[in-house]
T-cell receptor, first 114, second 113 residues
Framework: GENVEQHPSTLSVQEGDSAVIKCTYS??????FPWYKQELGKGPQLIID?????GEKKDQRIAVTLNKTAKHFSLHITETQPEDSAVYFC?????????????FGSGTRLSIRP | ETGVTQSPTHLIKTRGQQVTLRCSSQ?????VSWYQQALGQGPQFIFQ???????GRGNFPPRFSGLQFPNYSSELNVNALELDDSALYLC????????????FGPGTRLTVL
């Protein structure tokens, strides 16, 4: 069935360094890949997304890359700051299908060391 | 903030009881999806309602049911609660006529004793 694998499960980086989270998906029909940030006691917040017709997208310190052939996609956060500490989820979806359900990865707990 | 609200924020029930969780979608959105998030895991899709009709369902038993109202708010009902139903229940709203982005509410934390 549909599956999204995410790693690492925990990641600790020095403030100012970069963080990379990697995911793979199983359903080749997936064409929409959102990334969510979840802080304690809150729901997931969409931080960036990418569609299968592009290979890379950037928004300030955050970038996502997508390799459709390998079914890999990654999140890159540069110049990390303390407020980046949270749990990050990658996800995959089939846009414009009958039900636009999102399949989530298992999450990465990112800690930024001062 | 996304404009998606959920109530109640916390709930404690005992095994066998029934529960109803509520979600108000963001203005302009016609679709609500419900997800179950167990501790330390990613959210899992329960079902989706589009214009008051169930529009897709994940691997959850029939004792998980829902409704969507004409104002596009939604309810999730769970009958015959089991201990494993303890989780954070999230709803997400979108206008899927135009785009696929889903915006999540803060969730309802359900504890089953």
């Amino acid at each position: 069935g549909e599956n999204v694998e995410q790693h690492p499960s925990t990641l600790s980086v020095q403030e100012g360094d970069s963080a990379v989270i990697k995911c793979t998906y199983s359903d080749s029909a997936s064409n929409y890949f959102p990334w969510y940030k979840q802080e304690l006691g809150k729901g997931p917040q969409l931080i960036i997304d990418i569609r299968s017709n592009v290979g890379e997208k950037k928004d300030q310190r955050i970038a996502v890359t997508l390799n459709k052939t390998a079914k890999h996609f990654s999140l890159h956060i540069t110049e990390t700051q303390p407020e980046d500490s949270a749990v990050y989820f990658c996800a995959a979806s089939i846009e414009y299908s009958s039900a636009s359900k999102i399949i989530f990865g298992s999450g990465t707990r990112l800690s930024i060391r001062p | 903030e996304t404009g998606v609200t959920q109530s109640p924020t916390h709930l404690i029930k005992t095994r066998g009881q029934q529960v109803t969780l509520r979600c108000s979608s963001q203005s302009g959105h016609n679709t609500v999806s419900w997800y179950q998030q167990a501790l330390g895991q990613g959210p899992q899709f329960i079902f989706q309602y589009y214009r008051e009709e169930e529009n897709g369902r994940g691997n959850f038993p029939p004792r998980f049911s829902g409704l969507q109202f004409p104002n596009y708010s939604s309810e999730l009902n769970v009958n015959a609660l089991e201990l494993d139903d303890s989780a954070l229940y999230l709803c997400a709203s979108q206008n899927r006529d135009y785009y696929n982005e889903q915006f999540f509410g803060p969730g309802t934390r359900l504890t089953v004793l």
